[in-house]
């Protein structure tokens, strides 16, 4: 089992940035691909970012490549997710999630791993 909890969310004017954090524990962290969703008022569930065990192999969303950035820490077990220039758009529910295996992907059926989400308001 692997135990997430998301934080740093709130509320920002558009063109501002907010970094958020994800806290693992349980099994191994380090072995496991992560990803950041999120769900936007009336639409679905859609990946942001992934990143794989080691942490050099990642993959972005057109919507975000160029202003958001996923990290991880796996000394720390953390992962993060930086995001800069934001956009009212971008407001939603951020969801952290891990796979068992080390490889990313965009399919949220692979995540059996689930936080429980953190607010991100960006105010035009």
């Known amino acids: 089992q692997v135990q997430l909890v998301e934080s740093g969310g709130g509320l920002v004017q558009a063109g501002g940035s907010l970094r958020l954090s994800c806290a693992a524990s349980?099994?191994?962290?380090?072995?496991?691909?992560m990803g950041w969703f999120r769900r936007a008022p009336g639409k679905e569930r859609e990946c942001v970012a992934t990143?794989?065990?080691?942490?050099?192999?990642?993959a972005y969303a057109d919507s975000v490549k160029g202003r958001f950035t996923i990290s991880r820490d796996n000394a720390k077990n953390t992962l993060y997710l930086q995001m800069d220039s934001l956009k009212p758009e971008d407001t939603a529910v951020y969801y952290c999630?891990?796979?068992?295996?080390?490889?990313?992907?965009?399919?949220?059926?692979?995540?059996?791993?689930w936080g429980q989400g953190t607010q991100v308001t960006v105010s035009s």
């Open positions: 990143i794989a065990w080691g942490g050099v192999t990642t």
């Open positions: 349980g099994r191994t962290f380090s072995t496991n691909a």
């Open positions: 999630a891990a796979r068992t295996i080390a490889s990313i992907s965009t399919l949220q059926a692979l995540y059996p791993y």
